[in-house]
């Protein structure tokens, strides 16, 4: 059960992904406008410090909801029953595209995974041959291809807790990481090394940690026509008139290439509501569904217009009566 004083919140309080901030914003206003329950409470804090706060605990101390750029870990499944946080309904909303941009005063990049690896990892293998790897020495985009750009490799991308920075190392980088033999071969050898080989960015000047607000990002790219950004599609959207994003693999994002997964670089967003608030803090149930209404999140959903990509229908039916029904997670859906 929860704590009494649990009950003196009316308010529903929402944490998580920068991603599905703005989508869940749009739903927030609209829920506060429409209903007689208050406006929820938003906060970006990242994915994974989303789960963190949110597998902390059952209380009025502790959010209601949690948004995700990125499917919730068995570790952190484990650390929520853990907690006492035992019954999590899973909400996927629809997909999004990781995309690599700067601004439309300089030009369009044409990368491949491969590149964006080479351009972007801490260690890369020898430039001069063989299987070993050493300190990334590539300083110029042309360092890597004498067609790339003859500028400074300058990237601003988002911070560990980010479930678009965790999408990017698992999607972009370990794609670009595997065309090597040698090391897609460590794989079945040693994971965990594997892992740091492909996963670890840069920490020598390139590549630059940002924070959680891909707004800061964008803001960047449009005073500084060199720096190249990584965010979210619906970030890319908002501000197609300033910036573009590069081809990856030769393949621009789009939502039809984002939607059939055609782009390399896409992934799916979620939200997890703590049952166990529901029907104590008001509105949980009734925020998540209209959220998950035809109206909002439908092919021609008010939340197409600010760049989420829809899921098919079929499985929109089937997660809105999951979401109907508060149907808990077995953690089995994430081994």
Not at 42 to 62: M, R, V, W, Y
Not at 287 to 300: H, I, K, L, P, Q
Not at 314 to 325: F, G, S
């Amino acid at each position: 059960m929860i704590s009494a004083p649990a009950m003196a919140r009316d308010t529903v309080n929402v944490v998580g992904s920068s991603t599905v901030y703005p989508f869940a914003t749009v739903v927030a206003e609209r829920f506060g406008r429409n209903t007689d329950f208050p406006t929820p409470k938003l906060e970006s804090t990242g994915s994974g410090g989303g789960f963190k706060l949110f597998c902390a605990g059952i209380g009025t101390e502790h959010p209601d909801i949690t948004n995700a750029s990125r499917r919730m870990k068995p570790s952190e499944f484990e650390k929520c029953q853990s907690n006492g946080v035992k019954d999590i309904t899973e909400v996927k909303i629809g997909a999004d595209g990781i995309v690599i941009a700067n601004s439309k005063e300089s030009g369009r990049m044409d990368l491949t995974l491969k590149e964006l690896f080479l351009a972007l990892a801490k260690d890369v293998p020898d430039p001069d041959g063989g299987e070993k790897l050493v300190p990334n020495p590539y300083q110029k985009w042309s360092d890597i291809d004498a067609s790339l750009a003859d500028k400074a490799i300058r990237v601003m991308g988002p911070p560990p807790t980010s479930g678009t920075r965790d999408a990017f190392v698992e999607i972009a980088m370990e794609g670009g990481c595997k065309t090597y033999d040698f090391i897609a071969k460590i794989k079945s050898e040693d994971k965990s090394r594997f892992k740091s080989v492909c996963h670890s960015m840069r920490e020598d000047g390139p590549f630059v940690e940002a924070g959680e607000n891909d707004n800061l990002i964008v803001q960047r790219l449009v005073q500084d026509k060199d720096t190249m950004g990584i965010f979210g599609y619906s970030f890319l959207m908002e501000n197609s008139g300033e910036i573009q994003a590069s081809t990856v693999n030769g393949v621009e994002p789009t939502p039809e290439t984002i939607a059939d997964e055609e782009y390399p670089v896409a992934r799916s967003l979620f939200f997890y509501i703590k049952n166990a608030h529901v029907g104590v803090v008001p509105g949980i149930q009734e925020y998540a569904e209209e959220f998950t209404s035809e109206g909002a999140w439908g092919d021609n959903g008010y939340l197409v217009d600010v760049g989420l990509i829809p899921n098919p229908r079929d499985v929109r039916m089937k997660t809105a009566k999951v979401v109907k029904e508060l149907k808990p997670m077995t953690g089995n859906e994430l081994k």
